[in-house]
Every structure is written in C-alpha cells, then in structure tokens.
C-alpha cells in the first residue's frame, strides 16, 4: 500500500484522466500477453481495482468477460485517483512477487504515464505525492523589437522545455528554459540606454551592465532577481542544472520546484522582452 492522506480513502480528491485509465489498461494487456493463461492476469488486476472502492471480485466465466469485468472495475476506480493509482501500483507488485519473471511496467514509466496526462500525483515510494498542477506562464508569441528568427527559437524553446516537463524529465526542462533566458539576454548586446551602452556579451555581464544603468529602477530589481535565481541554478551545490551538481552535496530538482522554477524564468522572459521593447523605443 502507497502513504498519502488518510481522507482520501473515503473521500475521494478528485478522478483520475481517462487517458491514464487507458494506458494503465494498455499495460496490463501488454503484461498479459506473458502468462500462459491470459485470463488470470486481467483477473488478477481486476481484483485490486474492485478492492479499492470496497467491491468483491469474482472469477468471470471467460477471458472475454475478465477483460471486459476489468475495464468495468478499472472505470469505477477511476472516481478516487489515489486509490486508483495505488490499485495498480499494488497489483503490479504482488504479481512481481508472484512472478519475478514477468517484465513489469518500471516505476519511471507509471509516473511518466501520470505527468504526460495531468495525473496529479507522482509515486515516491512508499508515498503517493500530489502535485498541485499549476499552469505555465504565458509568454507573448510575438514582441516588435525582436525579429521572426528569434520569436521562433523563443517559442520552440518554451514549448521543448515545456513537453520535458510533461515526461517527468525535471533537470532537463529547467537546463532548456535557463539556455532560453539566457539567449534572450543577447538582445540587449550594444543596446544604447540614457545611461550608456550594454557592452557585456554573456549573461552575468549583460546583467550587470543593465542593473548599473537603471539604479533604483524596477530593472534593476528583477535583475538582481534573476541573476540570484541563475547563479543558484548554475552551482553544482545549487540547482547544478549549468555546471553539473555536486555528487555529495548536490540537490535535484524535483518534479514540482522544476515546475516552479520554468514559471518564474517564464515571467522574467516576458519581463526583458517587454523591456527590451520599451528601451527600443526609448
């Protein structure tokens, strides 16, 4: 049994997609297909999902009926996802137990099952984590100061950072967006300002030089911000995403603070966008 709050035995938190539903039961069809007798397999899992919304399973009259039983206790168990997500888990490792020569469904797998369909949890043994599914910032598709070239690189960016996220692949996802903020920054390269020229051609100096140009402005707020945020990130002992992490006192990224951390980078992209546009114009 997986630990998540004890309330949502009996109060369900919500349902699971419809999508998860069916590729949990795409895999237990590909686990079948392993046992001399298919049907034991789908009564197998059907027995664990019964059980999780309190209903008695039986033995049905033929593997036609099994799989059809299956999808029907599958489909009610689907009202609770934790329930749900831990009928499958279960099933998954009792048969393991029972039969260590079935290849079985790895747990990256069943948690990229969930973060590519909006599961809302994610399996850490022995724990059931939610992850409170928080909508990625909105970046503009198009800004006047910057050209179609790099509105496109901007875009295709966001949107691979974005579908990493989906995979569960965390350190990959925040590497792509810190790349992005980083590109966008160049656009301030030779920038003629009241207060002087952008001389700085890498990230660090091009804050720099910005920040001492706009004392006691917003700007060089958010710079101080988002230099704090990219020197954390490119520590080996911090995010270790840019350097490489520290193998003993390194920290991953997980699921949720990577989720974080792409909407934050997300915001301060529009904001130099914006930014850029006005002292364009300025």
Request: aromatic fraction near 8%; charge should be negative.
């Amino acid at each position: 049994m997986l630990k998540f709050n004890s309330a949502w035995r009996f109060d369900t938190p919500g349902p699971i997609s419809s999508e998860v539903v069916r590729e949990f039961s795409d895999l237990i069809g590909r686990i079948a297909t392993q046992a001399p007798n298919r049907q034991a397999i789908l009564e197998h899992f059907k027995s664990s999902f019964a059980n999780s919304y309190g209903a008695a399973s039986s033995w049905s009259s033929s593997e036609s009926w099994a799989e059809s039983d299956l999808d029907s206790a599958m489909r009610n168990a689907s009202d609770n996802a934790p329930l749900f997500i831990e009928a499958f888990y279960d099933a998954c490792d009792t048969l393991h137990t029972e039969h260590p020569e079935y290849a079985l469904p790895d747990l990256a797998r069943i948690n990229r099952i969930l973060a590519e369909h909006k599961g809302g949890y994610e399996i850490r043994p022995p724990d059931l984590v939610t992850l409170r599914e928080v909508v990625a910032i909105a970046v503009p598709q198009r800004v006047q100061s910057l050209d179609e070239q790099a509105a496109e690189i901007i875009q295709r960016s966001l949107a691979t950072s974005e579908s990493l996220l989906a995979q569960g692949h965390a350190r990959p996802a925040v590497q792509e967006i810190l790349w992005l903020l980083e590109t966008v920054s160049t656009a301030f390269k030779g920038m003629e300002t009241d207060a002087g020229t952008v001389q700085g051609k890498y990230f660090n100096k091009i804050a720099d030089d910005l920040k001492k140009q706009h004392k006691g402005k917003m700007l060089e707020q958010v710079l101080g911000w988002i230099t704090a945020l990219h020197g954390y990130l490119s520590s080996p002992t911090g995010g270790g995403v840019r350097h490489g992490a520290d193998l003993r006192e390194g920290i991953a990224v997980q699921p949720l603070e990577a989720r974080l951390i792409c909407n934050l980078i997300r915001s301060y992209i529009t904001y130099l966008m914006t930014e850029h546009e006005r002292l364009s114009h300025n």
